[in-house]
Structure formats: structure tokens, C-alpha cells
């Protein structure tokens, strides 16, 4: 098979064909039909998350055709999310903390993900797919949408909600948002109109520098923008009593900050990962918004240029690749 492989962190992929891999016990064997890129992945390809598996194939937002398998039937199309594994028996998993679980296995960083032909997924970790979406749109569901999803839950019932960074997650969160009666803040560069332009079209009522942020006091803020800045600027947005959520898996260092804007009973707060309830919330809500997924598609052979555009912010909504 095909596939896009990692050999060391902080150069490109490389192009390389693979044995075709052989689905164990409780895997699906799963015929690629799209993988979303994921900010995630180029962490992981940069560099800044540590010990990956080596070499590894990315990608954690895989619309697969089910090939084999006992959960689903042979032409199942399933997804298949960051959360890969867990081991069921600590006190997280236990208590319904799945996504803490200190022994879990991330699809596209402890596993083989889906820039490839082929992939095997552990099949309890597997969703089944809404109908309404083709592979390329259901793909951004995967951890944009479901990773977007849980940081507006911990968000709790904002009315007045700030979404700084507007890329693949926020601009799902924002169309979440805006369909539960919230009023959406969309913070970005300065400069990049575009995006501002884009979160209007989506229902922000207003859009602008996020570091200067809106006029109006805000209840929660979700940063989403890997930049530790932004969390003491949110902080100075949100009211007493406000939170902020960081909703990405790395961050450059948070600047200190005085406590004044900590103080009134502010909070700051992180998301980890998923859980296969959040999966199935999210996957069941789609339709009903609907969510409208943005994307760029590239070939499978085009995954470095994917990562590049990520990279420098040159993408509006979210990227796949089609094998």
C-alpha cells in the first residue's frame, strides 16, 4: 500500500509503500477513503510532541471503508478518531475519563493512522458515519468537530462566546454555537481579513484581532490557536466568573500575567483528547445543524504541501487527503 511515513521528527514525510497491514483481534481492516490533516499531525511531524511512534504513519481523522472485521459489516463506513486505545481498568476509564486514560494509544502517534491506502483500528474506537456527508466532509467531524465539540461543553452555557483562532475547529464550533442561540466572537490575526470574512459567513457577530478582542464583555473564550499569548488576552476578555478553554493538545509557553485578570473567579481550563460518548453526540448532532465542513483536498502524495499550508495559516476550514 501507499503511505505517507514519519521517520524522524522535523522533516518531511516520505513517500513509501508499505505491506499491507493485518487486522488482529477486535481490529477492522479499513480501505482509506479520506483522512483529514489535523493541527495534531504537525506537531507531531515539527516535532513538538514527544516520543511518537517511529516510523509512523499520521493522521487521526480517517474515513474508512470497512474491509474486515466483526463489529460492522464488510462496506461499513466507519471513522476512526485520535482516541485509539484505552486500557478500561484505570480509575479514568473507570469513572468515565476515558480521554485520561495514562496507558491510552493515540491514532496517528502511538498507532498507524491514515495518510495510507489501508489502515487497522481497534474497532470499539470506531464510529459509525452520519448519512448526509460524503468521505470528504465527514473526515473534519473526526477531531475538529469532536475535539471542537467537548471544549463548547466545558465551555458550559456561555451566551457570549469568543473563538480565538478560526480554523478546521472553530469554524464547526462556530455553526454549533450560533445553532444554540449563542453569539459567536471569532478572534484571529489581525490581518487576515479572510478568516474574519469567513467566521461572519458563519454567523460571528463579530470578528477581529484576538489579542485586542470585541468591544463587549465576554462569558467563555476557546483558544484554539496553538499561541500561549492568547489565554492572559482571553483572560482580560471574559467576565467575572468566565472561562477559558484551551482546546489544543500543545501550546506555546503562557506568559505571565497579573492576577488581577485570574481574579473574580476566573477560570482557565484544558481539553484532553475525546471521549466515544463525545464521539457519539457530535456524529448524531451533525445532521440535525447540519454542519457545514470546509475543506481543501490534496492527494495522498500531497500531504507535505497540506502540512506546509497548515503550517503557515493558508488554509480556509480544514484539509483531506484522498488517497
Known amino acids: ?40 499531525d504537525l506537531h507531531v511531524v515539527d516535532g513538538e510532541l514527544p516520543h511518537p511512534k517511529l516510523p509512523l504513519v499520521p493522521g487521526h481523522q480517517i474515513v474508512g471503508e ?38 491510552a494509544r493515540f491514532t496517528g502517534y502511538d498507532l498507524n493512522g491514515g495518510y495510507t491506502e489501508l489502515a487497522v483500528a481497534d474497532e470499539r474506537f470506531c464510529f459509525r458515519l452520519p448519512e448526509g456527508y460524503d468521505d470528504v466532509g465527514a473526515a473534519p467531524l473526526l477531531c475538529a468537530g469532536l475535539i471542537g465539540y467537548r471544549a463548547l461543553r466545558l465551555a458550559g452555557d456561555a451566551e457570549t462566546l469568543g473563538l480565538y483562532g478560526f480554523g478546521a475547529s472553530a469554524h464547526l464550533v462556530c455553526q454549533l454555537a450560533v445553532h444554540e442561540g449563542r453569539r459567536v466572537f471569532a478572534g484571529t490575526r489581525a490581518e487576515d481579513a479572510e478568516a474574519q470574512a469567513f467566521a461572519r459567513s458563519l454567523g460571528a457577530v463579530w470578528a477581529g484581532d484576538a489579542l485586542a478582542g470585541p468591544q463587549e464583555e465576554l462569558d467563555a473564550v476557546v483558544v484554539f490557536a496553538p499561541v500561549g499569548a492568547l489565554v492572559p488576552a482571553a483572560l482580560a476578555h471574559v467576565r467575572k466568573g468566565g472561562t477559558v478553554v484551551c482546546a489544543g493538545i500543545h501550546m506555546s509557553d503562557i506568559p505571565s500575567f497579573p492576577y488581577e485578570l485570574l481574579w473574580g473567579e476566573r477560570s482557565v481550563r484544558s481539553v484532553a483528547n475525546l471521549t466515544r460518548r463525545d464521539g457519539e453526540e457530535l456524529l448524531a448532532l451533525a445532521p440535525a445543524v447540519p454542519l457545514r465542513t470546509e475543506v481543501s483536498t490534496f492527494a495522498l502524495e500531497d500531504a507535505n504541501a497540506a502540512l506546509a499550508r497548515l503550517r503557515a495559516g493558508d488554509l480556509r476550514g480544514a484539509a483531506v487527503l484522498v488517497p
Open 1 to 40: 500500500m501507499r503511505a505517507q511515513v514519519l521517520e524522524r521528527p522535523g522533516e518531511p514525510l516520505r513517500a513509501v509503500e508499505l505491506p499491507d497491514p493485518e487486522p488482529g483481534p477486535g481490529e477492522l481492516l479499513l480501505r482509506v477513503r479520506a483522512c483529514a490533516v489535523c493541527r495534531t
Open 66 to 103: 470497512v474491509l474486515a472485521g466483526e463489529r460492522f459489516p464488510v462496506g461499513t463506513r466507519v471513522g476512526v478518531p485520535w482516541l485509539g486505545w484505552t486500557c478500561g481498568e484505570c480509575r479514568y476509564c473507570l469513572g468515565g475519563q476515558e480521554n485520561l486514560c495514562d496507558r
